[in-house]
């Protein structure tokens, strides 16, 4: 990257700290604004946008998250903090010798959504198909077993007073999950991802910014990575092995890029309208959706923003021991 390149996007990124990239998503067919959408993934192959199956009160294409459109409180990050010049000079450049041609793979932005159609096992048909379809860049949204097997993860943009709610019900119930986690986050909460990883959990990337990873450049989609990969390692001691897109959005291209920096990308096989904090889902029918979808190898999507997901995991997962499931972290 030359000097003066590097100095225009080093200079952007300070003014961007301590904010998330925001834009509006798609779920049961209205965007997060409540304009009426008019696209949703089906069960096609390839994942991509097309006509709405169904009105539902899961996701049915991409992930929408309040860390893009919330108002973070003002705090002071912490004195320890390493600044993003910092890191520059910690960030390793891609692999010399990448396994792709990424001038011969598609750019197409992609929005990903579980779908609405199962197979005999409860398994949700998009989910399969996109391990189908992108299996080969280490990429899934279901685990690859008819075992009775969940992964837990929780998307962490902002802090909103439930984390450590959430680390308590985990620890009385000796679960193990999987957060992942975007440089404002863990730069302004510390201590909390300090005990995400003392308690034996799994920190992921959710990227430095929150960018949606089809619309950057190969080497900026490097940097958001590798900026955040490096971070843990100065700050935490961690070196994160676990990539969720935010937004839920990709590319061919994008998959590849991250898997060639060593990252699984990992996406969803359930996931549901809980990230809006100003209208919170009813708990009671909200634990019976998470039930009614569990299936061999789900990967739930849960937000740790939310009200309601902070009172019903522990009843969750009760549930889900009593079916015979167990959780798994990688």
């Known amino acids: 990257m030359r000097k003066a390149?590097?100095?225009?996007?080093?200079?952007?990124?300070?003014?961007?700290?301590?904010?998330?990239?925001?834009?509006?998503?798609?779920?049961?067919?209205?965007?997060?604004?409540?304009?009426?959408?008019?696209?949703?993934?089906?069960?096609?192959?390839?994942p991509a946008?097309?006509?709405?199956?169904?009105?539902?009160?899961?996701?049915?294409?991409s992930e929408v998250t309040t860390e893009e459109t919330t108002t973070v409180p003002e705090e002071t990050e912490p004195?320890?903090?390493?600044?993003i010049s910092d890191v520059e000079?910690?960030?390793e450049p891609i692999a010399s010798e990448p396994q792709w041609d990424y001038s011969t793979l598609s750019t197409e932005s992609n929005g990903?959504?579980?779908?609405?159609?199962f197979d005999d096992l409860n398994r949700p048909k998009g989910a399969l198909n996109f391990n189908e379809a992108y299996g080969q860049y280490n990429a899934e949204a279901i685990q690859d077993t008819e075992e009775q097997v969940i992964m837990l993860t929780f998307d962490e943009g902002y802090e909103n007073g439930y984390t450590a709610t959430i680390l308590d019900t985990l620890a009385e119930k000796g679960v193990k999950a999987v957060f992942f986690v975007t440089y404002d986050y863990v730069s302004r909460n510390p201590e909390l991802v300090q005990r995400m990883i003392d308690e034996g959990h799994t920190?992921?990337?959710?990227?430095?910014?929150?960018y949606s990873m089809p619309e950057l450049t190969v080497e900026e989609m490097t940097e958001e990575i590798m900026y955040l990969h490096d971070y843990m390692i100065e700050n935490f001691g961690i070196q994160m092995t676990l990539f969720r897109p935010p937004k839920g959005e990709y590319s061919e291209q994008s998959l590849a890029v991250t898997a060639d920096l060593g990252y699984e990308t990992v996406l969803w096989s359930f996931a549901y309208a809980d990230w809006d904090t100003d209208a919170q889902p009813d708990p009671e029918e909200s634990l019976q959706k998470l039930i009614d979808r569990l299936h061999p190898g789900a990967i739930y999507l849960l937000h740790a923003v939310s009200e309601t997901n902070t009172a019903i995991l522990g009843d969750f997962i009760d549930a889900a021991l009593a079916e015979g499931y167990t959780f798994v972290t990688e």
Do not use: N, P
Not at 5 to 33: H, N, P, R, W
Not at 51 to 59: F, G, K, L, Q, R
């Open 5 to 46: 390149k590097m100095t225009a996007f080093l200079t952007a990124c300070a003014l961007m700290m301590g904010l998330l990239a925001g834009c509006a998503e798609i779920t049961d067919g209205y965007y997060s604004d409540g304009t009426e959408a008019t696209t949703s993934q089906t069960e096609a192959t390839t």
């Open 89 to 91: 000079e910690l960030v």
């Open 49 to 61: 946008t097309t006509t709405t199956e169904a009105t539902t009160t899961e996701i049915t294409t």
């Open 203 to 210: 920190v992921g990337s959710h990227s430095w910014h929150h």
């Open 112 to 117: 990903y959504g579980q779908g609405v159609r």
């Open 79 to 83: 004195e320890e903090s390493t600044s």
